[in-house]
């Protein structure tokens, strides 16, 4: 099981780039790096996914270095409402658990 | 995109009863769903992994007899709370894992609380 580190917190302001790095040392060669949102009381929800180098999607884009230990969720001018909590994860394909660390809880300042 | 419906979103029982939480893939087949528990301003803790047509698996410290888990499809997972107690009460999170490669999709949890 690949464990994952991220910041607890992190603040920042409306309309500027948020980059939160989780780090995963012992990822397997299988395994993919997801990142999730979650607001109060509701689920967790898909940002974005990847497996090596750069992915980016409508809302974020994802940096995976070469040795694919760490991993970059970049958040393009952020907005109030991107104030959550940010969970990285690791999963396999067919992966017998999942288990979520700590998260980095994001707090968007006007 | 891949959705997960968890259904009731919200639930208030009596100590004693017991309650049944469902998890529905609606627009793919998943061979494998998970449970979790959060408490507030806390990490989902993984309750079980349930994959289809098997037992579920238990993590450490979480009662099997007292947290009934059936996946008998590939859409469908259900967790039922058994005599329910104050301290079950907590937000209930089922998510579900699809093709291969396909991220885990999470229902929107369940609140339950045990008067």
């Known amino acids: 099981l690949a464990k994952t580190t991220q910041p607890i917190s992190m603040d920042s302001y409306e ?18 790096i997801t990142w999730y949102q979650q607001f109060p009381s509701q689920g967790p929800r898909f940002i974005i996914q990847g497996y090596k180098t750069k992915v980016t999607n409508e809302v974020a884009s994802l940096f995976i270095p070469a040795d694919r230990k760490s991993s970059t969720l970049s958040l393009p001018r952020v907005s109030l409402s991107d104030t959550a909590v940010y969970y990285c994860l690791v999963v396999m394909n067919r992966d017998d658990k999942i288990i979520f660390g700590k998260g980095t809880r994001l707090h968007i300042l006007p | 995109g891949a959705v997960v419906s968890q259904h009731p979103s919200r639930v208030i029982c009596k100590s004693g009863t017991s309650v ?9 087949q998943a061979t494998t ?3 979790y528990r959060q408490f ?7 309750m079980a992994t349930s994959n289809e047509g098997s037992k579920a698996t238990y993590e450490q410290g979480v ?3 007292k947290f009934l888990i059936n996946h008998a499809s590939l ?16 937000f209930y999170i089922c998510s579900a894992l699809g093709q291969p490669g396909s991220p885990l999709h999470f229902g929107n949890g369940t609140r339950l609380t045990v008067t």
Not at chain 1, 16 to 26: A, D, G
């Open chain 2, 75 to 90: 859409t469908l997972s259900t967790l039922t709370v058994t005599s329910a107690h104050p301290e079950d009460s907590s």
């Open chain 2, 20 to 28: 049944k939480i469902e998890c529905r893939s609606l627009d793919f």
């Open chain 2, 40 to 46: 507030p301003k806390q990490s989902l803790m993984l």
């Open chain 1, 15 to 32: 309309g500027q780039e948020v980059n939160i790095t989780c780090s995963h040392n012992n990822i397997a060669t299988n395994d993919y």
């Open chain 2, 33 to 35: 769903m998970f449970w």
């Open chain 2, 63 to 65: 009662e099997k007899d």
